[in-house]
C-alpha cells in the first residue's frame, strides 16, 4: 500500500511542478501557445494514473475497516477529478495549483501515517512473537487503530477550516467580491466534506460499538468454559 502511495506521490510532484512551469510562461508570455496547451491536456491524463493508485489505496483501507483513511482517499480522487477539468479547460492558474498542493498533501501525510502505523504493529509482532500468550490472546492487531483514524479525522477537519478561509481570504482579495467557476466548485466540495466528517464520526461510533459488543461475547464465552 504504501508503495502505491509513493508512486501516486512521484507522479504528483511532477505534474504539479510542471503545471506551475506553464504557469510561469503564460504570466511572463501573457498567453498559453498550443504546444503548452497541449501539455495541459497531457498532464490531464497523466493525472488517470495518479487516480488509478489511490483507487487501489482506497480499496484495500476498506478491506481493513479503515473508513476515515479510505474517505481521504475518495477525497483525493474527487480533487483529482476536479483538476483534470480545469487542466482540459487550460487553466495552470493558482487555483489549480492549489488543488494539486492539497492532493499531493493528503498524500503525503497518508503516506506517513501508515508508514507510523506499521512501524508500531511490526514492533508489537515482534513482542508477541517473544511472548506467544501474549499473541495468542491479543490476535491479529488492525493496521490502522481507531486512534489512529480520529487523528486523521481531525485534520480532515483542519483541511476544511483552512479551504474555507482560503476561500473567504480569495473573496476579500477579489474585486469583484464573488467566487469564479472553481472556487465555488471548492466550496461545494468543502461544504460536502464537513458532512461527510460527521457521518464517519457516526460511522466510526457504530464501529466500535461493534468491536466493543465481540469483545465482551468473547470474555462471556471464556468465562463459560
Given amino acids: 500500500m504504501v508503495e502505491m502511495l509513493d508512486e501516486s506521490i512521484r507522479i504528483q510532484e511532477e505534474v504539479n511542478k510542471r503545471t506551475r512551469e506553464i504557469h510561469a510562461i503564460e504570466q511572463e508570455k501573457g498567453r498559453l501557445s498550443r504546444r503548452q496547451k497541449r501539455a495541459l491536456k497531457g498532464l490531464s491524463k497523466v493525472e488517470d494514473r ?13 478491506e481493513e475497516n479503515a473508513v476515515v483513511y479510505a474517505y481521504q482517499m475518495k477525497a483525493v480522487d474527487a480533487d483529482l477529478i476536479e483538476i483534470q477539468r480545469v487542466l482540459d479547460e487550460y487553466d495552470p492558474g493558482e487555483t489549480t495549483q492549489q488543488l494539486q498542493t492539497d492532493v499531493l498533501a493528503r498524500l503525503v501525510r497518508l503516506r506517513e501515517a501508515l508508514n507510523t502505523e506499521r512501524k508500531k504493529r511490526d514492533e ?38 483552512e479551504r474555507t478561509r482560503t476561500l473567504y481570504d480569495a473573496l476579500q482579495a477579489s474585486e469583484s467580491k464573488s467566487l469564479n467557476r472553481v472556487q465555488r466548485r471548492i466550496l461545494t466540495r468543502v461544504t460536502e466534506s464537513q458532512g461527510n466528517i460527521r ?27
Fill in 50 to 62: 495518479v487516480r488509478a493508485e489511490v483507487a487501489k489505496v482506497k480499496q484495500l483501507l476498506m
Fill in 124 to 161: 508489537e509482532q515482534q513482542q508477541q512473537q517473544q511472548q506467544q500468550q501474549q499473541q495468542q490472546q491479543q490476535g491479529k492487531r488492525r493496521l490502522i487503530p481507531p486512534l489512529a483514524e480520529l487523528k486523521m479525522l481531525r485534520q480532515m477537519q483542519g483541511d476544511v477550516n
Fill in 199 to 225: 457521518e464517519l464520526l457516526n460511522e466510526m461510533n457504530e464501529l466500535l460499538k461493534q468491536q466493543a459488543q465481540q469483545g465482551a461475547g468473547g470474555e462471556g464465552g471464556e468465562g463459560g468454559d
